[in-house]
């Protein structure tokens, strides 16, 4: 079955510091892979995808994130984080299963401070 | 378009008691989906449904029932509440699975005393 690792639990930073996010993920076949952003208090919401193509993703409020093939890897990057990044932040990808439900990892908890 | 709404947004309940947590959404998805979210235990999957009248279990399905009786509500039930389900539960839905963008719900804190 598919698993996602998100290694980093809790990152705490200061404001304009760079920030680097780590999904690894297990299943090597086609995958698309997600961000999410829960900001305190609210559901979940995109944040950024990668269906095909150039492997660096662009996603809302400067983020990016490069899927790497050959590390099974999603990594989640800004370079300079401001405190209204505050948030919990999942990576997801589908399942192995014939359903190909979502996949979540534990989440990272990120606290900016300014 | 409202996309996923939820029913009740609070709820306190005592030991035993029962009730339905509704889920609507108005974007025509196939997927539906609820979840529980716990501190540092991150989303974890109750119960989804693949279409209109099916339903299947997830990650932590007992104590939970669901149904899908119209394509645009998924319903969760609690039969016989317990404190270890105090949680927010958050519905979610997308055109087909995971390959596929989920929309979430704002939530529905419950307590259970």
């Known amino acids: 079955a598919q698993s996602v690792s998100q290694h980093n639990h809790h990152v705490i930073l200061s404001e304009a510091a760079s920030l680097e996010l780590g999904c690894n993920y297990s299943?090597?076949?086609?995958?698309?892979l997600f961000w999410y952003v829960q900001y305190p208090g609210q559901h979940l919401q995109l944040l950024l995808k990668y269906f095909s193509g150039d492997p660096l993703v662009k996603g809302i409020k400067g983020f990016e994130a490069e899927f790497i093939k050959s590390k099974f890897s999603f990594n989640l990057r800004k370079p300079s984080v401001q405190w209204s990044d505050t948030a919990e932040y999942f990576c997801?990808?589908?399942?192995?299963?014939?359903?190909?439900?979502?996949?979540f990892g534990r989440g990272t908890s990120l606290i900016v401070h300014p | 378009n409202a996309g996923v709404t939820q029913t009740p947004k609070f709820r306190v309940l005592k030991t035993g008691q029962s009730m339905t947590l509704l889920c609507a959404q108005d974007?025509?998805?196939?997927?539906m989906y609820w979840y529980r979210q716990d501190p540092g235990m991150g989303l974890r999957l109750i119960h989804y449904?693949?279409?209109?009248?099916?339903?299947a279990k997830g990650e932590v399905p007992d104590g939970y029932n669901v149904s899908r009786l119209k394509k645009q509500n998924f319903l969760l039930g609690l039969e016989s509440a317990a404190p270890s389900q105090t949680s927010v539960y958050f519905c979610?839905?997308?055109?087909?699975?995971?390959?596929?963008?989920?929309?979430f719900g704002p939530g529905t804190r419950l307590t259970v005393t």
């Open positions: 979610a839905s997308s055109r087909q699975g995971g390959f596929y963008e989920q929309y």
């Open positions: 997801a990808v589908p399942s192995s299963g014939g359903s190909y439900i979502p996949t």
């Open positions: 449904s693949v279409g209109e009248g099916t339903t």
């Open positions: 974007m025509n998805h196939e997927y």
């Open positions: 299943y090597g076949g086609t995958v698309n």
